[in-house]
Nanobody
């Protein structure tokens, strides 16, 4: 499965963004999806994951309540709704897919999308 993240941009603190992860190739609905981010000089950080059918979701504590992961298997797309953005959310955001929900490693990765939050 091939993935492409999009929807990033430059926003102000307190704004919202919705990132999209468009999939092509093998059956998207067979894969769990995770969202990650990497800020300059920092390690990649897990944010959220969603099971193959959207029935289960899991969030990293720092984004719980502000970020929402979802998916539309008809559109072969996953989303990350980000609300009340903060300058520390500035990073490159990536989506990834794996046959296993909450996998410790993801087999497929898309190119990232830059999110910049100004104060």
């Amino acid at each position: 499965v091939q993935l492409q993240a999009s929807g990033g941009g430059l926003v102000q603190a307190g704004d919202s963004l919705r990132l999209s992860c468009a999939a092509s190739g093998r059956s998207f609905s067979s894969y769990a999806v995770g969202w990650f981010r990497q800020a300059p000089g920092k390690e990649r950080q897990f944010l959220a994951s969603i099971s193959y059918n959207g029935g289960s979701t899991y969030y990293e504590d720092s984004v719980k309540g502000r970020f929402t992961i979802s998916r539309d298997n008809v559109q072969n797309t996953a989303y990350l709704q980000m609300n009340n953005l903060k300058p520390e959310d500035t990073a490159v955001y990536y989506c990834a897919a794996d046959p296993i929900y909450r996998s410790s490693r993801y087999d497929y990765w898309g190119r990232g999308t830059q999110v910049t939050v100004s104060s």
